[in-house]
Nanobody, 120 residues
Framework: QLQASGGGLVQAGGSLRLSCAASGRTFSSGVMGWFRQAPGKEREFVTSIAWGAGSTLYTDSVKGRFTISRDNAKNMLYLQMNSLKPEDTAVYYC???????????????WGQGTQVTVSS
């Protein structure tokens, strides 16, 4: 199971740190990522991180503002979000899989989501 937390309401330009706790199995040998879904829109890829060297992928709109990290010893995934914009408003989901990529179909396990709202 994956449990996301840390969402909330923040003003534009502010920061939030999302956390995702993994339990029930070890995800340290796979890929973990963050997706988001805004009202009326499809779920979209935000960022992912691979085990080992920690290779990362980011969608263009968050590059330079968001940072993904993981603590394999604690089975935790993080998303540091800085310089938040109103268009970042969405439900954020953590996910785990075995293939490094951007498609939701590559991820087998999903958290329940945490709401991020950025006011202008």
């Amino acid at each position: 199971q994956l449990q996301a937390s840390g969402g909330g309401l923040v003003q534009a330009g502010g920061s939030l740190r999302l956390s995702c706790a993994a339990s029930g199995r070890t995800f340290s040998s796979g890929v973990m990522g963050w997706f988001r879904q805004a009202p009326g829109k499809e779920r979209e890829f935000v960022t992912s991180i691979a085990w080992g060297a920690g290779s990362t992928l980011y969608t263009d709109s968050v590059k330079g503002r968001f940072t993904i990290s993981r603590d394999n010893a604690k089975n935790m995934l993080y998303l540091q979000m800085n310089s938040l914009k109103p268009e970042d408003t969405a439900v954020y989901y953590c996910a785990a899989g075995t293939t490094f990529g951007r498609s939701p179909n590559m991820y087998n396990y999903w958290g329940q989501g945490t709401q991020v709202t950025v006011s202008s």
